[in-house]
């Protein structure tokens, strides 16, 4: 008999933890999915902008010149204003862009890079319902463009408008054109890294 009883109380407290740790097995499942729905960075992908005369993709590489004739009198210079698009060439998002470049202009001319907020009406050189900010000013007779951080086409393979034109504060020659060379350079800081989320 009290071997029995002994075997008995054996039996039940076997039974109690398998109980126990069947119970417990839930918890300790949820703990773990919770675990895993953290986002995660993906690292990688590919970040780059460049300008372009093309406005859809594929934008190319490197830097583009744009030409800048005088179609007014030497006394009365007058410049076309030219539109090009800054296109996302990676296949990360970018948050902004660095401009650069070099010019070749007389001493009395200047290079205005602008961007609308809306969308450029191109034939009127208008910017509908919007409006015009200046992303960097050359200085008169400068060869350069001031490195400036500008604005940039977030998502992969899609593209901003700009406007360049000229301006000048002086006598201006029919010839030679004067020209602006755009370098668009993306760095590790303007790349808005993609995450993913699971659960």
């Known amino acids: ?19 126990l740790a069947c119970t417990s ?8 999915a919770n675990a895993a729905s953290a986002s995660q960075a993906v690292s990688s992908g590919s970040w780059g902008a460049a300008p372009s ?8 590489s490197g830097p583009l010149t744009l030409s800048f004739s005088n179609n007014g009198g030497t006394g009365s210079p007058s410049f076309t204003p030219q539109y090009f698009t800054v296109g996302n060439t990676g296949t990360l998002p970018i948050t ?11 001493s009395t001319v200047q290079f205005i890079i602008e961007s609308c907020s809306t969308t450029w009406n ?23 463009i001031p490195a400036t951080t500008g604005p940039a ?20 020659t029919k010839t030679p054109a004067s020209t602006l060379t755009i370098n ?4 590790r800081t303007q790349v808005r890294t993609a995450t993913t989320t699971s659960g």
Do not use: K, W
């Open 25 to 32: 097995t839930p918890a300790q499942a949820a703990t773990t």
């Open 53 to 60: 005369l093309s406005t859809a993709a594929p934008y190319g």
């Open 122 to 144: 191109e034939s009127t050189g208008t910017c509908p319902g919007g409006t015009v900010a200046t992303i960097l000013t050359t200085s008169f007779g400068s060869s350069t």
């Open 153 to 172: 086409p977030a998502a992969s393979g899609t593209g901003i408008r700009l406007r360049a034109r000229a301006n000048s504060n002086g006598n201006v």
């Open 96 to 106: 902004a862009a660095t401009y650069g470049g070099s010019t070749s202009a007389q």
């Open 1 to 19: 008999m009290n071997v029995h009883h002994h075997t008995s109380r054996t039996a039940a407290a076997m039974a109690a933890a398998v109980l």
């Open 184 to 187: 668009i350079n993306v760095d």
